[in-house]
């Protein structure tokens, strides 16, 4: 049982490029999100996906775009790679977006670097 | 393998309990350990701690990280409903691991 599965595991870009950050996960669940964390900050909602077929903003979402392509699939991309967002990234998802007692389930993170 | 584990995973208490609540850790070059809530929406973040022995504190939560038992403890006294959450533990070493997190129901 894989849970959630994010590639790439590293990156380096540069100012300027764009690139997609992929996330599966196989446990049916209805909601997935992206986050990013920086040193010293706690994680911050980038968007989400309460469930298939709808995105919403979180916390910080500019600069980056999400899809959510099936079920299955929820992928974070930077158009336009700036230095600001070198950053770890987290996907994760959950049974249902709204149940106080729903547990999130952690990708292994990509660790982005935009020189 | 790097691994978080948590405990216990659920527990169900009466406002006004204490309870404290277990990270143990083995990651590969230990960089923090962090302590999120996570209620309805994006886990909120609690506390980062990277020195041993040192507590930090915030009003009725506090946490305590020693690295020679390399584990951590999430203390909430006082407990109010409104804590009910699942308590996230996550170790930046390589990377970042979480554990399972720990489901908190603080009943009236």
């Known amino acids: 049982n894989a849970g959630v599965t994010q590639t790439p595991k590293f990156q380096v870009l540069k100012t300027g490029q764009s690139m997609t950050l992929q996330c599966a996960q196989d446990?049916?669940?209805?909601?997935m999100y992206w986050y990013r964390q920086d040193p010293g900050m706690g994680l911050r909602l980038i968007y989400y996906?309460?469930?298939?077929?709808?995105?919403d903003k979180g916390e910080v979402p500019n600069g980056y775009n999400v899809s959510r392509l099936n079920k299955r699939e929820f992928s974070l991309r930077l158009e336009s790679a700036a230095p600001s967002q070198t950053s770890v990234y987290f996907c994760?998802?959950?049974?249902?977006?709204?149940?106080?007692?729903?547990?999130?389930?952690f990708g292994q993170g990509t660790r982005l670097t935009v020189v | 393998e790097d691994k978080v584990v948590q405990s216990p995973l659920s527990l169900v208490v009466h406002e006004g309990d204490t309870v404290t609540l277990n990270c143990s850790y083995e990651?590969?070059?230990?960089?923090?350990l962090l302590w999120y809530k996570q209620e309805k929406k994006a886990p909120t973040f609690l506390f980062m701690l990277t020195s041993s022995g040192i507590e930090k504190k915030s009003g009725r939560l506090s946490s305590i990280l020693d690295k020679k038992e390399l584990s951590s403890i999430l203390n909430i006294t006082a407990t109010q409903t409104g804590d009910s959450a699942i308590y996230l533990c996550?170790?930046?070493?390589?990377?970042?691991?979480f554990g399972a997190g720990t489901r908190l129901t603080v009943k009236p």
């Open positions: 446990m049916n669940h209805n909601s």
């Open positions: 996550a170790v930046e070493g390589n990377d970042m691991r």
């Open positions: 994760a998802s959950s049974e249902a977006w709204t149940d106080l007692n729903t547990e999130a389930f």
């Open positions: 996906s309460a469930s298939e077929g709808t995105t």
């Open positions: 990651v590969t070059n230990f960089r923090s």
